[in-house]
């Protein structure tokens, strides 16, 4: 199957610090999607992306759609602690795979108070 | 509450055992998933299906089975095929598999190790 390609593999930061992760496809995507993954726990939807150039925040987080619909990009302002945790993307593609998700190896992020 | 529910949430499987993780969930969704996770690695999907009586092998199929009986519930065997079963299984749903703008939400997981 597709697997996006997301970097940094991982990162450790200061609390405070801002945070850019992306993934990129060799397929385009008509959605993508940003979760959070606590350890032992399942992934949680952090924003959803469904138009090419959308930029849309959640708080502390802002994710933007590529202009060419194979790539996304996360941001994290002013980290905190609890942000702690492996961000993974994922991307949906039309046609007969409509409906799939294909996801990233994930982030790994840790922050250091 | 609303929600996925996977049990149980850590398991032990004995060589040539068949093991059967439970995923339940109540958000009327018509669309569940099966996904394995390995460390440092994204997910990858084992098994969906769109509709009660009906399932589509993923992209690691082998050495897995799935049934889907009723509406709210997609229990995973893993058996004695699956040489290598050792991982984190996430069951999600999604209201309709075929869909655009298809989210998907997950459960907790469950932990699978052999002894």
């Known amino acids: 199957g597709q697997q996006l390609n997301q970097s940094p593999q991982s990162m450790f930061i200061q609390e405070g610090e801002d945070v850019s992760m992306n993934c990129t496809s060799s397929?385009?995507?008509?959605?993508w999607l940003w979760y959070k993954q606590d350890p032992g726990e399942g992934p949680v939807l952090l924003i959803a992306?469904?138009?090419?150039?959308e930029l849309t925040s959640n708080g502390r987080l802002t994710a933007q759609f590529g202009i060419t619909r194979k790539d996304s990009f996360l941001n994290i302002s002013a980290s905190i602690p609890s942000d702690v945790g492996i961000y993974f993307c994922a991307g949906q593609g039309g046609g007969s795979t409509l409906g799939r998700l294909y996801f990233g190896r994930g982030t790994q992020l840790t922050v250091w108070p | 509450d609303g929600g996925i529910t996977q049990s149980p949430k850590y398991l032990f499987r004995k060589e040539g055992q068949n093991v059967t993780l439970s995923c339940e969930q109540n958000l009327n969704h018509d669309a569940m998933y099966w996904y394995r996770q390995d460390p440092g690695q994204g997910l990858r999907l084992i098994y969906y299906?769109?509709?009660?009586?009906?399932?589509q092998k993923g992209d690691i199929a082998e050495g897995y089975s799935v049934s889907r009986e009723k509406k709210e519930s997609f229990p995973l065997t893993v058996t004695s095929a699956q040489k290598n079963p050792t991982a984190f299984y996430l069951c999600?749903?999604?209201?309709?598999?075929?869909?655009?703008?298809?989210?998907?939400?997950f459960g907790a997981g469950t932990r699978l190790s052999v002894l």
């Open positions: 397929s385009i995507f008509n959605t």
């Open positions: 992306l469904y138009k090419a150039g």
């Open positions: 999600a749903s999604s209201i309709a598999g075929g869909l655009a703008k298809n989210i998907q939400y």
């Open positions: 299906s769109q509709i009660v009586n009906d399932f």
